[in-house]
């Protein structure tokens, strides 16, 4: 069992099963050391968690717990990506959030806490990263949160 293997059973995290693509899209893609992962929402075996309107439907925490699940279906997707190994994480890069609130709503950067939080909480240091966070309209599937992520990888040993 590798480092972040341990630390996902010490915090009793266990990362989702995840769906094929909805659309014309692939999941994730290498651009040399760097993983590019497709934009997630809070979906957890199938079904949307959140949906709504950030500060209107849906209050600060869930959409907190909404990028907390964003984070952990990007976290799967990089588990299947690197075929189990998440040890070859070198550093997660940048991290993009996009939060469907109200016109008014002003804490974009407090619902995107959520997802960086949890990618310190298992990867430690190799977890920080920089972050955009961004209002939106609307989201995919009605969701109050989508996340998208960038990760520097080893190669294969």
């Given at each position: 069992?590798?480092?972040?293997?341990?630390?996902?059973?010490?915090?009793?995290?266990?990362?989702?099963?995840?769906?094929?693509?909805?659309?014309?899209?692939?999941?994730?893609?290498?651009?040399?050391?760097?993983?590019?992962?497709?934009?997630?929402?809070?979906?957890?075996?199938?079904?949307?968690?959140?949906?709504?309107?950030?500060?209107?439907?849906?209050?600060?925490?869930?959409?907190?717990?909404?990028?907390?699940?964003?984070?952990?279906?990007?976290?799967?997707?990089?588990?299947?990506?690197?075929?189990?190994?998440?040890?070859?994480?070198?550093?997660?890069?940048?991290?993009?959030?996009?939060?469907?609130?109200k016109a008014d709503f002003k804490g974009h950067p407090a619902i995107l806490d959520g997802a960086s939080d949890l990618f310190v909480e298992i990867l430690g240091e190799k977890g920080r990263?920089?972050?955009?966070?961004?209002?939106?309209?609307?989201?995919?599937?009605?969701?109050?949160?989508?996340?998208?992520?960038?990760?520097?990888?080893?190669?294969?040993?």
């Amino acid at each position: 069992m590798g480092d972040v293997s341990a630390r996902l059973s010490e915090l009793g995290i266990v990362l989702p099963s995840i769906a094929s693509p909805s659309g014309n899209y692939i999941p994730y893609r290498f651009a040399g050391n760097l993983l590019f992962v497709s934009g997630q929402i809070p979906r957890i075996d199938g079904v949307e968690h959140f949906a709504g309107v950030v500060g209107q439907d849906v209050s600060l925490e869930e959409g907190y717990q909404a990028a907390r699940l964003c984070a952990l279906n990007i976290l799967a997707r990089v588990n299947d990506a690197l075929d189990g190994d998440l040890d070859r994480v070198v550093a997660c890069v940048q991290v993009r959030g996009f939060v469907n609130a109200k016109a008014d709503f002003k804490g974009h950067p407090a619902i995107l806490d959520g997802a960086s939080d949890l990618f310190v909480e298992i990867l430690g240091e190799k977890g920080r990263h920089v972050r955009t966070a961004l209002g939106a309209g609307s989201l995919p599937r009605g969701s109050s949160v989508e996340v998208d992520a960038v990760f520097e990888v080893a190669a294969k040993s």
